[in-house]
């Protein structure tokens, strides 16, 4: 199991035991219209497979994803799909309860540097909704820049397409943060 701790996040890997933490977190409106992947309302079932299904990839090499906890409660996930250009393409979300805290921003930059550092790649890419600003706020904090790339995005939460800015951090550009790996297997 890979650990990234920060400041004052633990991110950890996502693993099948998270799966009653994705259902309470992830059958939230909010998180489903902002996210591509997570549809509403979200199920137990759903978090299994999906659970299931990160757990799986963080095999294959290709798909990290990552709890972020306050102590041991799980608050939201991260991620970076690592793609065959020598880049990788990191999400976030945040459960309700701790939104408006930084949380967001300093998950978004363990992830961008866990891509970087670990991953090896030298650009790193997001997207957010155009409904949701607050999302390309943190990411222009950690760096990121917009491509002047607007492209529709299928979310399952809202059920249809919807505008999504597309934007990019080149490796000489991104500022670390406070920052730690453990790599349990390694240990």
């Not at 409106?29 to 902002?34: D, G, L, M, Q, V």
């Not at 800015?165 to 943060?177: H, K």
Request: hydrophobic share 40%; aromatic share 8%.
């Amino acid at each position: 199991m890979t650990i990234i701790q920060t400041s004052r996040l633990t991110l950890r890997s996502v693993t099948r035991d998270d799966a009653p933490d994705f259902a309470r977190l992830c059958n939230d409106k909010t998180i489903a219209r902002h996210t591509a992947r997570i549809p509403h309302p979200y199920s137990l079932e759903d978090a299994a497979a999906f659970t299931k299904h990160l757990e799986e990839a963080a095999l294959t090499g290709t798909e990290f994803a990552f709890a972020i906890c306050l102590g041991e409660i799980m608050i939201g996930c991260c991620g970076a799909d690592k793609n065959a250009e020598n880049t990788a393409e990191i999400g976030y979300w945040v459960g309700a309860d701790h939104r408006g805290i930084g949380v967001a921003s300093e998950a978004a930059r363990a992830i961008t540097q866990f891509a970087l550092q670990r991953l090896g790649v030298k650009t790193v890419t997001a997207g957010y909704f155009i409904d949701n600003p607050a999302s390309g706020r943190v990411l222009e904090k950690i760096g990121f820049i917009k491509t002047g790339e607007t492209a529709p995005l299928f979310s399952l939460g809202r059920g249809e397409e919807a505008a999504a800015v597309r934007m990019v951090l080149d490796q000489s550009s991104f500022t670390p943060g406070e920052f730690s790996l453990i790599d349990e297997n390694d240990s």
